[in-house]
């Protein structure tokens, strides 16, 4: 597989990174919008305002969300191992796959997670960009699992040409075609055996009266003494 870089895989990845400044979980208090957190926010901390019964809105700091910290180095990372080249593809289904299970897990928790942080005062709902992020991550992995097989048939296919190039080349049926008798099921050995060529007949011409000798042709002299016939 030619070591090139996949521009849909780097997009993908890049698409996930972005996401995380979109708005990922909005916490509302008696079906009041309190706040919104994006995945940025998520994964490096932020510091919130909580409204209080009486007096102005408490500030309070959110620790970083792991998950959402790993989910945000996976986008960061995968679009390096992008930008390496297609060998790396191994590592972009890694890094797309750990980003989006973290991300799942992170939603899961998400409500608990923000009760404490609120000290039981608020409700989380999770927004469409928190969505497109783990969609996007899980397209990157997929995609580069596609980039991984067709790499292995690529490489199947210089194999094979290779092994052809030194198989036995084919040895043609002798005799001929031409030469082959119609018939189906004929063999040289089932060949009943031909008979032995007959010489042809000599003619007898007789001998010569005179000195005895055979005759070889019907000419009216001997050809030995010269005699008349």
Same mark, same amino acid.
Request: glycine share 12%; aromatic share 6%; charged share 10%.
């Given at each position: 597989? %030619?070591?090139?870089?996949?521009?849909?895989?780097?997009?993908? $990845?890049?698409?996930?990174?972005?996401? #995380? $400044?979109?708005?990922?979980?909005?916490?509302?208090?008696?079906?009041?919008?309190? $706040?919104?957190?994006s995945?940025?926010?998520?994964?490096t901390?932020?510091?919130?305002?909580?409204?209080?019964?009486?007096?102005?809105p408490k500030?309070?700091?959110?620790?970083?969300?792991?998950?959402?910290?790993?989910?945000a180095?996976?986008?960061?990372?995968?679009? +390096?191992?992008?930008?390496?080249?297609?060998?790396?593809?191994?590592?972009?289904?890694?890094?797309?796959?750990?980003? +989006?299970?973290?991300? !799942?897990?992170?939603?899961?928790?998400?409500?608990?997670d923000?009760?404490? +942080?609120? %000290?039981?005062? !608020?409700?989380?709902?999770? %927004?469409? !960009?928190f969505?497109?992020?783990?969609?996007l991550?899980?397209?990157?992995?997929?995609?580069?699992?596609?980039?991984?097989?067709?790499?292995?048939?690529?490489?199947?296919?210089?194999?094979?040409?290779? %092994?052809?190039? #030194?198989?036995?080349a084919a040895i043609? &049926?002798?005799?001929?075609?031409?030469?082959? &008798?119609?018939s &189906?099921?004929?063999?040289? +050995?089932?060949?009943?055996?031909?008979?032995?060529?007959?010489?042809?007949?000599?003619?007898?011409?007789? $001998?010569?009266?005179?000195?005895?000798?055979?005759?070889?042709?019907?000419?009216? #002299?001997?050809?030995?003494?010269?005699?008349?016939?």
């Open positions: 597989m %030619e070591n090139r870089k996949s521009i849909a895989s780097i997009l993908l $990845f890049v698409g996930s990174a972005l996401c #995380f $400044f979109l708005p990922f979980v909005t916490v509302s208090c008696g079906g009041v919008k309190v $706040f919104t957190l995945g940025q926010q998520l994964a901390g932020a510091s919130i305002q909580i409204p209080q019964a009486f007096g102005p500030a309070q700091r959110t620790d970083p969300n792991p998950l959402a910290s790993v989910a180095l996976c986008a960061l990372l995968g679009v +390096a191992l992008s930008l390496a080249g297609r060998k790396l593809a191994v590592g972009g289904v890694v890094t797309g796959a750990v980003g +989006a299970v973290s991300l !799942g897990v992170m939603g899961a928790r998400m409500q608990g923000i009760q404490r +942080a609120t %000290e039981g005062l !608020g409700q989380a709902s999770l %927004e469409p !960009g969505s497109l992020t783990v969609f991550l899980l397209a990157a992995a997929a995609w580069n699992i596609y980039l991984l097989i067709q790499g292995k048939g690529a490489a199947a296919l210089p194999a094979a040409a290779q %092994e052809n190039q #030194f198989a036995p043609p &049926p002798w005799p001929p075609a031409a030469q082959q &008798p119609a &189906p099921g004929y063999s040289a +050995a089932a060949a009943p055996p031909q008979p032995p060529p007959i010489p042809e007949p000599v003619a007898n011409f007789g $001998f010569c009266g005179d000195c005895g000798a055979k005759l070889k042709s019907a000419a009216p #002299f001997c050809s030995s003494c010269g005699a008349r016939i």
